[in-house]
């Protein structure tokens, strides 16, 4: 490992908060990966006949497993789980309800308070609390990591040129950027809501539209000041082409500064994808969303489990991003290096 990275790494470690929150964040996030394997109404294997089947990697239909009807299997129907037992035998995730599982079982109205069979009660609509928010997890992080990715991009390289080549150059992009600041981002949103039918990618692209601007003023800076040092001055006379000098030598200075702000821009995706779904204005009601769920605990304030749950869990994860962004903030100090 190159020694100043190095170095940054023991200072992060050094701080023993951001460091607890990383690995719990890792942990959290990894084990959302695995939804499908920990909350599913689908067995995760199936011995039938002598042979091996996996429901949760592909459909069967309720013939297939002697019944009558050419229709998906359901694995909760006693007809359905004799048929499967008579021939062999199946194993059920530790939750067997999916994000999107109605359970029709349940002895009181939905939302049904916890329970053995359902650990932190349902929702409004009879669906497992805990694998919504499994699944909502792992979608809200990811959703998260590819608007930071996304927009971080376009915002570092747009700030790139601003700076490198600075006079009507800067000057234009700098109009442009005023101007789409100043678009109400919340209209346009509910525009879009009411013409299409949102979707993840929908969402993920008129955020990124509006969010590739964060870093854009601070790489703006760093190229300002660094475009005239000696060895971009050296690199010029060489002949090195401009794009060159911008992505191969000033850009990796540039980067050190932005990076301390990752995490803060990861929660504030979080953040933004939580708010438009409690609004009515983001996913569609067949994703798993947290923000359907801190909805669900405004509605039904007769069921307060929703609502202390969905706090404790978006309450936890940002302030999570928020420690983790502390210590990379420390670790990129140059006050505090060796």
């Known amino acids: 490992m190159n020694p100043a990275w190095k170095n940054k790494w023991l200072n992060f470690k050094k701080n023993r908060r951001a460091m607890i929150a990383a690995v719990v964040f890792l942990i959290v996030f990894v084990v959302s990966l695995f939804s499908e394997l920990l909350a599913n109404d689908k067995p995760l294997i199936v011995k039938y006949k002598g042979e091996f089947y996996f429901p949760i990697f592909k459909s069967y239909t309720d013939k297939f497993w002697g019944g009558d009807f050419p229709t998906p299997a359901d694995y909760k129907d006693p007809y359905v789980i004799q048929n499967i037992q008579r021939e062999g035998w199946m194993i059920m995730p530790p939750i067997p309800f999916s994000y999107n599982t109605v359970d029709y079982e349940i002895d009181a109205p939905a939302p049904s308070a916890p329970d053995k069979r359902h650990w932190l009660g349902t929702d409004d609509e009879g669906r497992d ?28 390289v747009i700030g790139a040129v601003q700076g490198y080549f600075g006079g009507k150059t800067d000057i234009i992009l700098q109009r442009f950027i005023e101007i789409w600041e100043s678009l109400p981002q919340l209209f346009i949103l509910i525009i879009v809501a009411s013409v299409f039918l949102p979707t993840f990618w929908t969402i993920l692209l008129i955020l990124m539209l509006f969010s590739w601007t964060s870093l854009t003023t601070m790489v703006r800076a760093e190229f300002l000041r660094t475009r005239n040092f000696e060895y971009v001055m050296a690199a010029k006379a060489l002949g090195v082409g401009n794009f060159r000098i911008i992505f191969r030598h000033i850009l990796p200075n540039a980067l050190v500064t932005s990076i301390t702000f990752i995490p803060f821009i990861l929660s504030e995706s979080i953040v933004a994808l939580t708010s438009l779904d409690f609004l009515g204005l983001g996913l569609s009601g067949e994703y798993p969303s947290l923000g359907d769920l801190v909805r669900q605990g405004k509605d039904n304030l007769q069921a307060p489990w929703i609502g202390i749950t969905i706090f404790i869990v978006l309450s936890g994860l940002l302030t999570m991003l928020i420690f983790i962004g502390e210590g990379v903030r420390d670790a990129f100090d140059t006050r505090k290096s060796r």
């Open 129 to 156: 609390i805990v694998a919504r928010i499994l699944y909502g997890i792992r979608l809200s992080v990811v959703f998260a990591f590819l608007l930071t990715l996304f927009s971080s991009t376009v915002g570092i």
